[in-house]
Structures are given as C-alpha cells and as structure tokens.
C-alpha cells in the first residue's frame, strides 16, 4: 500500500468508437466486459487497490455515464466522481481533478490511469507503478511510463529515452521528447534504436507540481479551472458548466507533457512487459482472447466450418460460420456488425457516417 497521500486518478470519458455496436454513448467501451466478468474500469480499479484504497481514488468522466460509474464502482465516494459537463480532452480534465484533489490534500501526489487499458500482469504493472509514485513524490516533475514495444506499431506515439536505456528499469530517467504516432518507416526506427518506448498515457505528480505546469504552458485554462468552488460547493456544478466548455480542447500530450520534456522536467520508467494493451479494435480482442486451431474466437455458443481467423461475439445467440476468413461478427440489440477483421481500426468510421445520418438510435 502506498502512503496516505498517493491517490488514484482514473479517466473513464471517452465513447470508444471502434468497438461500436457494442461501445455506445451511454454505454462505451470502459464499462463493458471484454475478457472477463470485470468490465474495464472496474478491472482498473481491481488492480489499483493493493496499492490505493477506493476513498483515495477519484474518477473523471462524462455527465451522461456519471450514475453508471458510481453503480459500477461501489467505495469510491460519490463526490469523487467528476463529471464532465463538454468534452475538452485531457488537458483540462487532468487540470480540474487535479485541483480537485489538491483542495482536499495539498500534498497530494496522483496517478494517473485511463480505463480503458488491458493489463495482464497486475503485480508486474504495480512494481513500476511504485517508484513512479516514489519519484514524483521526492522532486516537482512529471512522471510517466514507457511500455517496451513489441512490434513497430503506427497507432502509437512513443516516448524518447536517453540511448542506452534498457526495458524493465525502475529507475526514473530524463526524458527526451514525446514522438507523435509515426509512419511505418519512422515505428521500425524507433523499435531499431531500442530506446523509444510506446506511450501509454499513464502519468504521476504531485498535483501541484502539475498545476505549475498547467500554469505555465496553459495559462488560460488554468486561469479559468483556478476560479472554479470547492468540488463541496452548492454551486460547484453549475460553475463546471459554465467555465468548463471555455476552456482549451486539447490533450495533456500537447499542451504540457512535451513542452515540459522540452525543459528537463519530465521523467520516464523504461517498463518491461506487464501484459499492457490500449484496447484499440475488436482485432486487439481478437488477439487476447483464446481461439481453437483454425484461428476462430467465440465469446457465444458457435459453430465454425471452413472458416478461419474469426471473432464472434453474440450473448445469447447461437452464431455459425460457413466458408469465411477473418470476420468480426457482433451482435447487439438494434445492430448487428460484420466486419473484416484486418480493417477492424476503420470500425469508428461507421460511427462517423451514422452521425452524418443523424441515427442516434444507433449510437
């Protein structure tokens, strides 16, 4: 257990539109089951706890899935679940919870953790998570953490280490510079040079050492958070509504973490494999979950024949396959997809479309 002072910060926004039709706006990815009976928000609580006990963990997410959060998350108390009142990336989402947790406990030192990541290895993910904690709290810097990358991957930015660096250490490091996602040839350099980490959005500071930086890169939506009541407040939420859609929509990446890598204030955990994927297609499910000898995957009753390399996800309908190759097939009441496994990444596309369309019904 981590001391009184460590909190938990889980960001559980987010629609998750490549897993549509399961992934819905009331709905979306981090509250539903994926490989297990946990859904992915609780399974980020799951392996949190040994560490921070639920009173010290605060939740960020959307007005509309506050009331399915707190059902999903008995122990966390309810005014520790923030809700935001417009979508304005992470920035000034870590910005207010920040604040938030500040108020309550000056010498608050966070981690910050989205839910919608699947970690397999729980106790090797926590041994990097304590000494990121550890090194937050003795110097005012940000902390984050690399994940050692297992192929040349495009869909990820990646965190620049000083050469040399070797997967596993829990020793902080300076970090270089954050690295927007690359193309194919810039990935394979990347993993070629062995000290470019993938960036899994993972982070840790005292919450006052962030708002300095807040403060610094993005004065005006510091400015505009600063002036917000206590989260006890009577007017609190009518406050959020008013001053939060006026603040900057842009990510932490952006708007701090690589300015403040630029000025020698961000340090870095090289982590070794801890099981870690962001969850990003119905293809990462594919690749998590157990599959028979021609490649096919079944989270239903299914029969398969002549037919390889499918995901079928169905609940409480018996699905067959006849002749086909690398098929998504999900279904869900209203929507049924059926898709090609290798263009699973395109799924939100279709999410696009239907908001073209103006079918709510279906998202």
């Not at 009331?67 to 935001?84: F, N, T, Y």
């Amino acid at each position: 257990m981590l001391n009184s002072h460590s909190y938990g910060l889980i960001l559980a926004g987010g629609r998750g539109t490549r897993f549509w039709p399961a992934s819905r706006t009331k709905t979306p990815k981090q509250l539903l089951p994926f490989t297990g009976a946990r859904s992915l928000l609780q399974e980020t609580v799951d392996r949190l706890e040994p560490l921070i006990p639920r009173e010290r963990m605060w939740v960020v997410t959307n007005e509309h899935l506050r009331d399915a959060v707190r059902k999903q998350l008995p122990g966390i108390p309810s005014r520790q679940i923030l809700a935001e009142p417009a979508a304005r990336n992470t920035a000034p989402c870590l910005g207010l919870a920040s604040q938030a947790i500040e108020r309550a406990d000056p010498q608050a030192i966070l981690g910050v953790f989205p839910a919608d990541h699947h970690i397999s290895k729980p106790a090797q993910f926590r041994a990097f998570v304590k000494p990121a904690f550890a090194a937050a709290a003795r110097q005012p810097v940000l902390v984050t953490l690399g994940i050692a990358p297992r192929w040349a991957e495009t869909g990820y930015g990646y965190l620049e280490f000083p050469a040399g660096t070797k997967a596993g250490m829990k020793r902080p490091l300076p970090l270089l510079r954050f690295r927007e996602k690359p193309d194919e040839a810039a990935a394979e350099q990347f993993v070629a040079a062995g000290n470019y980490f993938w960036n899994a959005g993972m982070f840790f500071w005292r919450a006052s050492t962030f708002h300095q930086a807040l403060r610094r890169y993005l004065p005006r939506t510091a400015a505009l958070l600063s002036a917000l009541p206590a989260v006890s407040s009577r007017n609190f939420v009518a406050q959020l509504r008013s001053v939060y859609p006026r603040c900057e929509n842009i990510s932490v990446d952006f708007a701090v973490m690589e300015k403040a890598a630029a000025d020698g204030i961000v340090q870095g955990l090289a982590t070794s494999d801890f099981g870690w994927d962001d969850l990003g297609s119905w293809n990462a499910i594919y690749e998590l979950v157990s599959r028979d000898t021609a490649g096919n995957a079944a989270r239903t009753d299914a029969l398969f024949h002549d037919s390889n390399g499918c995901l079928v996800q169905a609940p409480g309908k018996f699905v067959a396959l006849l002749g086909v190759r690398d098929l998504v097939v999900v279904d869900t009441p209203g929507a049924l997809l059926v898709a090609d496994r290798r263009k699973a990444q395109s799924v939100g596309q279709l999410v696009k479309l239907l908001e073209q369309q103006k079918r709510d019904d279906l998202l």
